[in-house]
């Protein structure tokens, strides 16, 4: 099983680095990250092999943060050198315990040291999956081919413009303005 969580990692200067991962759980062992290289949550975990797995339901976090915003509100975490997301339902505070090296997303199993919930998980309506969905994909503008791209947006959508509240309304606005700020992007340098 894998769950969508959002991991902190603190850089060397000890800023926090908020980035959207998915988080394995295999049925019978540790859970375990596994960031694609080059990333800064990679280099983080490997300079400092501590993190924080933060559990929200606030889906501006997961589309800001593949949009590059990632100044979210944080407090250090209680037992590791990481951030509690201010909008975690609960979080645990993680420590690697082995590394397997990989050329492209090495695999870092995880040893959970401390757990907290902070507030009632209440559900989810379908706009938050929606984003959730739209945030993987932005992520994969450059894996894949546009037209996969616009047809999976456009079917989210659908679900957005039904259920969203404020919140998941303005993440999605982001994800799509992302989408389309990068075409822009890609075809001024393809013209010059």
């Keep these: ?16 680095h908020a980035a959207p991962m998915g ?13 694609f290289r080059p990333s800064r949550t ?24 593949v949009c590059g915003r990632r100044d979210w509100p944080t407090r250090p975490a209680r037992r590791v050198a ?14 690697v315990v082995r590394v ?7 695999r870092f199993t ?4 401390h757990e907290e919930t902070h507030a009632p998980f209440r559900g989810l309506n379908r706009a938050k999956a929606a984003v959730i969905e739209g945030a993987v994909l932005v992520s994969r ?3 894949l081919p546009a037209r996969q791209i616009d047809a999976e947006m456009e079917h989210l959508a659908v679900a957005v413009r039904k259920t969203a509240a404020p919140e998941e309304a303005e993440a999605w606005q982001w994800l ?13 340098g393809t013209a010059a």
């Design 23 to 35: 988080l394995i759980l295999p049925p019978d062992g540790a859970p375990v990250l596994s960031p």
């Design 100 to 106: 397997e090296d990989d050329p492209v997303r090495p």
């Design 42 to 65: 990679l280099d983080n975990l490997m300079a400092r092999r501590q993190a924080v797995l933060n559990y929200t339901d606030d889906v501006r976090v997961f589309a800001g943060c």
């Design 1 to 16: 099983m894998i769950r969508e969580i959002v991991v902190v990692t603190l850089s060397p200067d000890g800023t926090p």
């Design 176 to 188: 799509v303005d992302h989408v389309a700020a990068w075409r822009a992007g890609r075809a001024a």
């Design 82 to 95: 990481g951030g509690v997301l201010e909008t975690a339902l609960a979080h645990a505070e993680v420590e």
């Design 110 to 113: 995880l040893s959970i040291v």
């Design 141 to 143: 503008l450059h894996l």
